[in-house]
């Protein structure tokens, strides 16, 4: 998958939700891991963010960053597995936004690489809501960095062809 080196690249505002309730900033190892791939690649991290997994604060949160014209995209880390206390694909539901079945359908084929069978544990999935693409990964760092480099890396890159997600965001409120 090519990048056009002859092209300009626009760097994208992104924030960081970690969902978990024994994560705090010491020890989000998850969330420090994406932030720092999205700094090395260039991007704006616009904010960060560690939240219980509570159903009613993501879905605030995430209404919040939408709502935020410095905020292009939000990914979160966490909530993604099939316990009761993962709730993070549900919250993402609730926004009314458009589904994006490829994103979790390509993840978990590339985690399937790595882990094997286990990756069906993992509801990884994304939306676009009002403008503002949702991107929901587990929160381990090996996942961040799968989806980080096996798909988020060039679809948030401008120059990246035949095509990516940041020549559609002048479009997605259409």
């Known amino acids: ?40 690649a260039g991007h704006i991290l616009a904010a960060r963010a560690i939240i219980p997994d509570e159903g009613d604060l993501i ?12 905020v292009d995209v939000v990914i979160t880390t966490g909530g993604t597995g099939v316990t009761g206390r993962d709730v993070t694909p549900e919250a993402l539901h609730r926004l009314d936004g458009k589904d994006i079945p490829g994103f979790g359908e390509l993840f978990r084929w590339i985690s399937y690489q790595k882990i094997g069978t286990s990756t069906i544990q993992s509801r990884a999935c994304a939306v676009v809501a ?33 095509c990516n997600f940041v020549e559609l965001m002048p479009r997605l409120t259409e």
């Not at 879905?59 to 410095?70: F, Q, Y």
């Not at 949702?134 to 948030?156: E, R």
Request: aromatic content about 6%.
């Open 130 to 162: 009002r403008g503002t693409y949702i991107f929901a990964l587990p929160g381990s760092t090996g996942a961040v960095a799968d989806a980080w480099d096996g798909i988020l890396s060039t679809q948030l890159d401008s120059r990246h062809k035949p």
């Open 1 to 40: 998958m090519p990048i056009d080196e002859s092209l300009e690249f626009k760097p994208v505002r992104i924030a960081v939700l970690t969902v978990s309730d024994s994560r705090n900033e010491t020890t989000d190892k998850s969330g420090d891991k994406l932030a720092e791939m999205i700094v090395s």
């Open 59 to 70: 879905v605030s949160r995430l209404h919040n960053w939408i709502d935020d014209p410095t």
